[in-house]
């Protein structure tokens, strides 16, 4: 067999196999206990907003993060999640601050 030939193979063989490994390994990633999937395309803002909705009250930073972290088994950071909260009020969509670092959702009009 040419040595072309058989370096053609062997490359798609091994990007075959790479591609399969990647998919055992994240369905193996999904059933890792307190995993729980997130809808696709769900941002954090998102995920806050759902949070405060379910509260029916004002939340502070830390407890939203620790909600989040229990409801779709990621951790947001705490200041990334404050400055994307502190953007959204700054153009009144959605949210207020009532507080230090203390969000809730904005009345619907």
Do not use: C
């Not at 490359?11 to 390994?25: D, G, N, P």
């Not at 620790?66 to 409801?71: A, C, V």
């Not at 953007?87 to 904005?106: C, H, S």
Request: net charge positive; aromatic share 4%; hydrophobic share 35%.
């Amino acid at each position: 067999m040419d040595d072309q030939i058989r370096d053609i193979l062997l490359s798609t063989t091994e990007e075959m196999l790479e591609a399969q490994l990647k998919a055992v390994r994240s369905l193996i990633d999904k059933r890792k206990p307190g995993k729980t999937s997130t809808k696709k395309g769900m941002s954090q803002i998102d995920m806050t907003y759902a949070i405060l909705h379910d509260a029916g009250q004002p939340l502070h930073v830390t407890r939203i993060i620790e909600r989040i972290s229990d409801r779709y088994g990621i951790t947001p950071d705490r200041e990334s999640l404050v400055s994307s909260l502190s953007k959204r009020i700054a153009r009144a969509d959605r949210f207020i601050r009532v507080g230090p670092n203390l969000f809730a959702l904005r009345k619907e009009e």
